[in-house]
Protein backbone atom coordinates (compact mmCIF):
# COMPACT_ATOMS: atom_id res chain seq x y z
CA UNK A 1 0.00 0.00 0.00
CA UNK A 2 1.24 3.34 -0.39
CA UNK A 3 2.57 5.03 2.51
CA UNK A 4 3.60 8.79 1.27
CA UNK A 5 1.10 10.79 -0.19
CA UNK A 6 1.81 14.00 -1.39
CA UNK A 7 -0.13 17.37 -1.94
CA UNK A 8 -0.59 19.42 -4.33
CA UNK A 9 -0.04 17.03 -7.67
CA UNK A 10 1.04 19.94 -8.91
CA UNK A 11 2.28 23.52 -7.96
CA UNK A 12 2.69 26.38 -10.35
CA UNK A 13 4.83 29.40 -8.80
CA UNK A 14 6.56 32.45 -9.74
CA UNK A 15 10.92 32.83 -9.35
CA UNK A 16 10.97 34.40 -6.02
CA UNK A 17 8.07 33.22 -4.46
CA UNK A 18 8.15 30.30 -1.20
CA UNK A 19 6.54 26.77 -2.51
CA UNK A 20 5.24 24.28 0.04
CA UNK A 21 4.86 20.46 -0.51
CA UNK A 22 3.26 18.46 1.93
CA UNK A 23 3.20 14.63 2.40
CA UNK A 24 1.03 12.42 4.75
CA UNK A 25 1.59 8.83 5.56
CA UNK A 26 -0.44 5.99 7.61
CA UNK A 27 2.08 3.62 9.70
CA UNK A 28 4.83 4.89 12.40
CA UNK A 29 7.83 5.85 11.10
CA UNK A 30 11.70 6.01 12.04
CA UNK A 31 12.51 8.82 9.65
CA UNK A 32 11.27 10.30 6.49
CA UNK A 33 12.96 11.41 3.19
CA UNK A 34 12.40 13.98 0.37
CA UNK A 35 13.64 13.54 -3.32
CA UNK A 36 13.81 15.95 -5.96
CA UNK A 37 13.50 14.31 -9.48
CA UNK A 38 14.58 16.26 -12.45
CA UNK A 39 12.76 15.40 -15.88
CA UNK A 40 12.35 11.84 -15.23
CA UNK A 41 16.36 11.68 -14.40
CA UNK A 42 17.87 9.91 -11.10
CA UNK A 43 16.97 11.37 -7.57
CA UNK A 44 18.09 13.64 -5.69
CA UNK A 45 18.43 13.13 -2.29
CA UNK A 46 17.43 16.59 -0.23
CA UNK A 47 17.33 15.47 3.61
CA UNK A 48 16.21 12.86 5.91
CA UNK A 49 14.30 14.01 9.23
CA UNK A 50 14.50 11.49 12.05
CA UNK A 51 11.13 10.55 14.03
CA UNK A 52 11.79 12.65 16.93
CA UNK A 53 12.80 15.51 15.16
CA UNK A 54 9.98 18.12 14.38
CA UNK A 55 11.96 20.62 11.82
CA UNK A 56 15.10 20.99 9.92
CA UNK A 57 17.23 23.25 7.29
CA UNK A 58 19.06 22.57 4.85
CA UNK A 59 20.08 25.80 2.75
CA UNK A 60 16.85 27.22 1.49
CA UNK A 61 15.18 23.89 2.08
CA UNK A 62 13.03 23.75 5.10
CA UNK A 63 11.52 20.16 6.39
CA UNK A 64 8.95 19.90 9.27
CA UNK A 65 7.39 16.87 10.80
CA UNK A 66 4.15 16.15 12.87
CA UNK A 67 4.22 12.52 14.27
CA UNK A 68 0.99 13.06 15.72
CA UNK A 69 -0.48 13.96 12.46
CA UNK A 70 1.13 12.08 10.33
CA UNK A 71 2.62 14.31 7.98
CA UNK A 72 5.43 16.27 6.56
CA UNK A 73 6.13 19.73 4.57
CA UNK A 74 8.74 20.65 2.35
CA UNK A 75 9.47 24.56 1.88
CA UNK A 76 11.64 26.18 -0.84
CA UNK A 77 12.15 29.54 -0.36
CA UNK A 78 13.10 32.06 -2.52
CA UNK A 79 12.44 29.60 -5.76
CA UNK A 80 14.43 29.77 -8.85
CA UNK A 81 13.76 28.33 -12.19
CA UNK A 82 15.74 25.61 -11.97
CA UNK A 83 14.06 24.39 -8.92
CA UNK A 84 11.59 22.81 -11.47
CA UNK A 85 11.46 19.05 -11.09
CA UNK A 86 9.23 16.39 -9.34
CA UNK A 87 9.48 16.01 -5.24
CA UNK A 88 8.68 12.68 -3.58
CA UNK A 89 8.53 12.31 0.09
CA UNK A 90 9.82 8.64 0.76
CA UNK A 91 9.00 6.22 4.41
CA UNK A 92 10.86 2.92 5.76
CA UNK A 93 14.15 1.77 5.95
CA UNK A 94 16.59 -0.50 5.38
CA UNK A 95 16.30 0.43 1.67
CA UNK A 96 12.85 -1.02 1.59
CA UNK A 97 11.42 2.68 0.64
CA UNK A 98 7.59 3.45 -0.13
CA UNK A 99 6.95 6.46 -2.24
CA UNK A 100 4.29 9.28 -2.48
CA UNK A 101 3.16 9.64 -6.28
CA UNK A 102 5.39 12.68 -6.33
CA UNK A 103 4.42 17.09 -6.64
CA UNK A 104 5.36 18.74 -10.37
CA UNK A 105 6.50 21.98 -9.62
CA UNK A 106 6.36 24.76 -12.61
CA UNK A 107 8.45 27.92 -11.32
CA UNK A 108 7.93 30.68 -13.91
CA UNK A 109 10.82 32.74 -15.14
CA UNK B 1 27.54 10.53 0.66
CA UNK B 2 27.63 7.84 -1.78
CA UNK B 3 28.15 8.57 -5.82
CA UNK B 4 26.41 6.05 -7.37
CA UNK B 5 26.88 5.96 -11.49
CA UNK B 6 24.78 4.01 -14.01
CA UNK B 7 25.23 2.52 -17.27
CA UNK B 8 23.46 2.57 -19.97
CA UNK B 9 22.03 5.69 -19.05
CA UNK B 10 19.13 5.05 -21.75
CA UNK B 11 18.42 2.25 -24.52
CA UNK B 12 15.64 1.33 -26.94
CA UNK B 13 15.23 -2.15 -27.10
CA UNK B 14 13.24 -4.37 -29.24
CA UNK B 15 10.63 -6.89 -27.24
CA UNK B 16 11.69 -10.21 -26.70
CA UNK B 17 15.60 -9.13 -25.96
CA UNK B 18 17.19 -8.83 -22.42
CA UNK B 19 19.27 -5.62 -21.08
CA UNK B 20 21.93 -5.68 -18.35
CA UNK B 21 22.08 -2.50 -16.24
CA UNK B 22 25.50 -2.02 -14.34
CA UNK B 23 25.69 0.57 -11.21
CA UNK B 24 29.10 1.47 -9.42
CA UNK B 25 29.34 2.83 -6.07
CA UNK B 26 32.26 4.81 -5.25
CA UNK B 27 32.93 3.29 -1.69
CA UNK B 28 31.74 -0.28 -0.15
CA UNK B 29 27.93 -0.48 0.74
CA UNK B 30 26.53 -3.64 2.51
CA UNK B 31 23.31 -2.80 1.25
CA UNK B 32 22.17 -1.75 -2.94
CA UNK B 33 18.55 -2.27 -4.04
CA UNK B 34 17.22 -2.15 -7.87
CA UNK B 35 14.03 0.03 -8.21
CA UNK B 36 11.70 0.30 -11.21
CA UNK B 37 9.03 4.14 -12.01
CA UNK B 38 7.38 3.40 -14.46
CA UNK B 39 5.91 6.70 -16.52
CA UNK B 40 4.41 9.02 -14.53
CA UNK B 41 4.81 6.99 -11.60
CA UNK B 42 6.27 6.46 -8.38
CA UNK B 43 8.92 4.57 -7.22
CA UNK B 44 8.54 0.64 -6.94
CA UNK B 45 11.24 -1.50 -5.02
CA UNK B 46 12.30 -4.85 -7.38
CA UNK B 47 14.74 -6.43 -4.83
CA UNK B 48 17.54 -6.22 -2.41
CA UNK B 49 21.01 -6.91 -4.05
CA UNK B 50 22.76 -9.18 -1.81
CA UNK B 51 26.95 -9.41 -1.77
CA UNK B 52 27.17 -13.28 -2.04
CA UNK B 53 23.95 -14.61 -2.14
CA UNK B 54 20.77 -14.75 -4.33
CA UNK B 55 19.26 -11.18 -4.53
CA UNK B 56 15.56 -10.40 -2.20
CA UNK B 57 12.61 -10.24 -4.56
CA UNK B 58 9.71 -7.93 -3.64
CA UNK B 59 6.07 -9.16 -4.19
CA UNK B 60 5.12 -8.98 -7.47
CA UNK B 61 9.26 -9.45 -8.92
CA UNK B 62 10.81 -12.52 -9.73
CA UNK B 63 14.08 -14.21 -10.59
CA UNK B 64 13.45 -14.84 -13.53
CA UNK B 65 12.56 -11.76 -15.09
CA UNK B 66 14.49 -9.38 -12.95
CA UNK B 67 18.27 -11.34 -12.36
CA UNK B 68 20.68 -9.36 -10.36
CA UNK B 69 24.24 -9.96 -9.64
CA UNK B 70 26.34 -8.55 -6.93
CA UNK B 71 30.09 -9.84 -7.05
CA UNK B 72 30.96 -7.21 -4.70
CA UNK B 73 30.54 -4.51 -2.77
CA UNK B 74 30.39 -1.80 -4.57
CA UNK B 75 29.14 -3.33 -8.12
CA UNK B 76 25.21 -4.67 -8.76
CA UNK B 77 23.81 -6.07 -12.38
CA UNK B 78 20.40 -5.88 -13.00
CA UNK B 79 18.83 -7.65 -16.28
CA UNK B 80 15.62 -7.22 -17.46
CA UNK B 81 15.05 -10.23 -19.72
CA UNK B 82 12.33 -11.25 -22.51
CA UNK B 83 11.26 -7.29 -22.61
CA UNK B 84 8.03 -6.31 -23.40
CA UNK B 85 6.74 -2.49 -23.76
CA UNK B 86 5.43 -2.72 -20.15
CA UNK B 87 8.93 -2.82 -19.06
CA UNK B 88 9.66 0.64 -20.44
CA UNK B 89 10.63 2.53 -17.17
CA UNK B 90 12.91 3.96 -15.32
CA UNK B 91 15.53 1.65 -13.52
CA UNK B 92 17.69 2.72 -10.75
CA UNK B 93 20.30 1.83 -8.28
CA UNK B 94 20.13 2.68 -4.80
CA UNK B 95 22.46 2.56 -1.97
CA UNK B 96 21.59 3.05 1.77
CA UNK B 97 24.67 4.92 3.58
CA UNK B 98 25.15 4.70 7.12
CA UNK B 99 25.63 2.80 10.21
CA UNK B 100 22.18 3.55 11.93
CA UNK B 101 18.72 3.05 12.08
CA UNK B 102 18.59 6.74 10.03
CA UNK B 103 20.41 6.20 7.54
CA UNK B 104 20.25 8.11 4.30
CA UNK B 105 19.68 6.24 0.75
CA UNK B 106 21.15 7.42 -1.97
CA UNK B 107 20.30 7.07 -5.46
CA UNK B 108 21.79 6.95 -8.87
CA UNK B 109 21.09 8.80 -12.23
CA UNK B 110 18.90 6.01 -13.57
CA UNK B 111 18.38 4.21 -16.67
CA UNK B 112 15.62 4.93 -18.75
CA UNK B 113 14.31 1.55 -20.94
CA UNK B 114 12.19 2.16 -23.51
CA UNK B 115 10.73 -1.13 -25.79
CA UNK B 116 9.28 -1.14 -28.51
Known amino acids: SQQGEEDPQALSIQEGENATMNCSYK?????LQWYRQNSGRGLVHLIL?????REKHSGRLRVTLDTSKKSSSLLITASRAADTASYFCATGGRGKLTFGKGITLSVRP | SAVISQKPSRDICQRGTSLTIQCQVDSQVTMMFWYRQQPGQSLTLIAT?????????ESGFVIDKFPISRPNLTFSTLTVSNMSPEDSSIYLC?????????????FGPGTRLTVL
Open chain 1, 49 to 53: IRSNE
Open chain 2, 94 to 106: SVEWGLSSYNEQF
Open chain 2, 49 to 57: ANQGSEATY
Open chain 1, 27 to 31: TSINN
